[in-house]
């Protein structure tokens, strides 16, 4: 099976800063990749599709790109708003396997 | 609007099963798959499985194989998952997801817990 690691797995920016996130699949996935924000206490929700297309109502701040092996997930301006944890999934194929997930917070 | 709505909260002890429902709404059942991802405290997310609402073809987690069984009810627009045997380890929350690729709706989750 494929598996997906994302680095680093925790971090503390200050407000206003720019966050990357990568993730990395063991064999490449073409741009089948999704990211996921989940908030504590939340049910996790869909930032990004197919590498870097934005879900409706996700702010224009998060971006995402990516193709193959090596994904990356861009906050522009850190928020307050988004201390969370991010996951990216592979959904290629079966198992639709998820990273073990990145932890923003804000310094 | 699309909406995922799940059963409540079950206490089991070591060795029982317990029956998780999703009931849907908002949408066309049969026109999408559903996925069950679990999530134990404080840890991230695994994927269970997937079904098919359309035929009832399902692929399982390979660790799970053999404990889980997924199925629907298209008269209720309702899916399950089931897991057999339970352990300590398998206490989590437990959601489901329109969908077998991408997860764009999540049901609320139900939280299993499993002790003696």
């Known amino acids: 099976d494929i598996q997906m690691t994302q680095s680093p797995s925790s971090l503390s920016a200050s407000v206003g800063d720019r966050v990357t996130i990568t993730c990395r699949a063991s064999?490449?996935?073409?741009?089948?990749l999704a990211w996921y924000q989940q908030k504590p206490g939340k049910v996790p929700e869909l930032l990004i599709s197919?590498?870097?297309t934005l879900q409706s109502g996700v702010p224009s701040r998060f971006s995402g790109s990516g193709s193959g092996t090596d994904f990356t997930l861009t906050i522009s301006s850190l928020q307050p708003e988004d201390v969370a944890t991010y996951y990216c999934?592979?959904?290629?194929?079966?198992?639709?396997?998820f990273g073990q997930g990145t932890k923003v917070e804000i310094k | 609007q699309v909406q995922l709505v799940q059963s409540g909260a079950e206490v089991k002890k070591p060795g029982a099963s317990v029956k998780v429902s999703c009931k849907a709404s908002?949408?066309?059942?049969?026109?999408?798959?559903i996925s069950w991802v679990r999530q134990a405290p404080g840890q991230g997310l695994e994927w269970m499985g997937w079904i098919s609402t359309y035929n009832g073809n399902t692929n399982y987690a390979q660790k799970l194989q053999g404990r889980v069984t997924m199925t629907t009810d298209t008269s209720t627009s309702t899916a399950y998952m089931e897991l057999r045997s339970l352990r300590s380890d398998d206490t989590a929350y437990y959601y489901c997801?329109?969908?077998?690729?991408?997860?764009?709706?999540w049901g609320q989750g139900t939280l299993v817990t499993v002790s003696s």
């Open positions: 908002g949408y066309t059942f049969t026109s999408y798959g």
């Open positions: 997801a329109r969908g077998g690729q991408q997860l764009a709706f």
């Open positions: 197919d590498a870097s």
């Open positions: 064999q490449g996935i073409s741009n089948y």
């Open positions: 999934q592979k959904y290629n194929s079966a198992p639709l396997t």
